[in-house]
């Protein structure tokens, strides 16, 4: 009796996928902590720089260019790490997946708290970090799908949001006010839910957009450069679409154009007539609180000239202001143009860093900032409320150029220093121990 052995091939194990360049994967890193921070000195410079004097000039375009568009990278960059966390391109499963989704819920739960908090404490910015903590929440059910998937969200939600804010804008909004009555968020800050979602300055249901965005190209493997050059091609491409788009679509639409011309212009006009002959020849720009009070009350009238808001006053529903792209109008065409402008710098510094070494060194200071966003952005909301909102003389100091050179220059040097010996943030320290627990999840 022979005995045969039979040899059969073994199954080839599939070859696992190589490890990104060091030079690559350190560009990544780097390359989205200086996006963050060009992010947060854009809103310094949108809450505490100057403003153009005249508008249609190559120097007012060039001064508005922050407005909108740096909250909107921020967004976009938050949704980007929310995959990040939950394992990027090579998403997590088990156990460290169930751990990641419940970090990014304690994440979201203390941003809604700091937000919703810094709002309660009377500061003049409005605060974004209360929005994020929700949009977090709202994009967890999400945090599994591919990349395509959640860039149709995004172009969904790009579009249909922002109808639903004219439809909110252009109905009775008792209802909002009704459900304001009962929110705890809304009694302890003035923020509630309706705002986060609906009417305040970043509504949830128009701006996930941005963080679907993020999110889809958070599942791509950003450090290859086929990836980065799409990304460039797509998002000049999507930046020209929108705000091209908005412009193209107004030229046909005289009724949008005109829309600022009509009696509502004629009202404004009165009003800002009325009120530079109450202030004339007053110290305006240095009156206390109490003195300001003392001035709306006894020209109280003057506020009666304002006209009336078309969206909040039931006039129905605008279709011409959806092709709007101006800052914060939350339509369609201006948040296809904001993500264009997203994924062009995100793209574009995570290319540069990642192949350009000694660029790294050069913006090393910047890349610090990034690495401690959240505490960047807290810190320059407390500067505003001590430096102008609530000031200890009573005066306050004056926005514009100087001011804003101040904030960035001082978070340029801060942040390098404390880097050198400490690993994260002032603020990140307390964010990571919180997320701690996560790691108890079976």
Same mark, same amino acid.
């Given at each position: ?21 060091? +030079? ?8 989205? +902590? ?21 508008? #249609? ?42 751990? %990641? ?18 709002? %309660? $404490? !009377?500061?003049? @910015? ?27 969200? %995004? ?7 922002? $109808? ?7 109905? +009775?909004?008792?209802? $909002? ?27 949830? @249901? ?10 889809? &190209? ?8 086929? @990836?980065?050059?799409?990304?460039? &091609? &797509? !998002? ?5 679409? #929108?705000? /091209?788009?908005?412009?193209?679509? /107004? ?13 509502? +212009? ?47 006053? !039931? ?15 939350? $339509? ?37 900032? #990034? ?9 320059? &909301? ?61």
């Amino acid at each position: 009796m022979t005995n045969i052995i039979e040899f059969k091939p073994r199954a080839v194990a599939a070859e696992p996928e190589e490890p990104p360049a060091r +030079d690559a994967s350190l560009g990544r890193i780097v390359g989205l +902590d200086a996006a963050r921070a060009l992010a947060v000195f854009g809103m310094y410079y949108s809450h505490v720089g100057p403003w153009a004097e005249a508008s #249609g000039t190559w120097k007012s375009f060039l001064m508005e260019i922050p407005h909108g568009r740096s909250s909107a990278l921020f967004a976009t960059l938050a949704g980007l790490s929310l995959v990040l966390i939950a394992g990027g391109s090579r998403p997590k499963t088990g156990r460290p997946m169930r751990q %990641a989704v419940v970090r990014i819920a304690i994440r979201s739960v203390l941003l809604l708290a700091l937000g919703s908090w810094l709002v %309660a $404490m !009377g500061t003049s @910015i409005v605060v974004i970090l209360a929005y994020y903590g929700l949009f977090f929440l709202l994009a967890l059910p999400f945090i599994k799908l591919r990349a395509r998937t959640l860039a149709i969200l %995004a172009v969904v939600v790009g579009i249909v949001g922002p $109808m639903i804010i004219q439809w909110a804008w252009s109905s +009775d909004t008792s209802w $909002m006010g009704a459900i304001d009555a009962k929110d705890p968020l809304a009694m302890w800050s003035g923020e509630g839910v309706t705002s986060l979602l609906v009417n305040g300055t970043y509504p949830g @249901i128009a701006w996930m957009a941005y963080m679907f965005a993020g999110m889809a &190209i958070g599942k791509l493997d950003l450090t290859k450069l086929a @990836i980065q050059l799409r990304l460039l &091609i &797509i !998002g000049p491409a999507l930046a020209l679409l #929108g705000y /091209g788009g908005a412009w193209l679509v /107004g030229k046909f639409l005289p009724s949008a154009e005109a829309a600022g011309t009509s009696a509502s +212009d004629a009202s404004w006009k009165a009003f800002d007539q009325a009120m530079s002959q109450a202030l004339e020849g007053t110290d305006s720009e240095n009156w206390t609180k109490e003195e300001w009070k003392a001035f709306d009350a006894e020209h109280a009238s003057i506020w009666e000239l304002a006209p009336d808001d078309k969206f909040t006053s !039931g006039g129905g529903f605008d279709w011409t202001s959806l092709v709007a792209a101006s800052p914060h109008s939350n $339509m369609p065409f201006e948040l296809a143009g904001n993500i264009g402008v997203a994924f062009t710098v995100i793209a574009g510094l995570v290319f540069l860093l990642g192949r350009f070494g000694k660029l790294r060194f050069w913006l090393a200071p910047l890349i610090a900032v #990034g690495s401690m966003s959240l505490t960047a952005y807290v810190a320059h &909301i407390a500067a505003v409320w001590y430096l102008i909102d609530h000031p200890a003389n009573e005066v306050g100091y004056a926005t514009g150029w100087r001011m804003w050179a101040v904030f960035v220059v001082a978070m340029l040097v801060f942040a390098p220093i404390w880097k050198r010996f400490l690993k994260r943030g002032p603020l990140e320290y307390p964010m990571h121990w919180a997320t701690l627990p996560a790691k108890l999840v079976k």
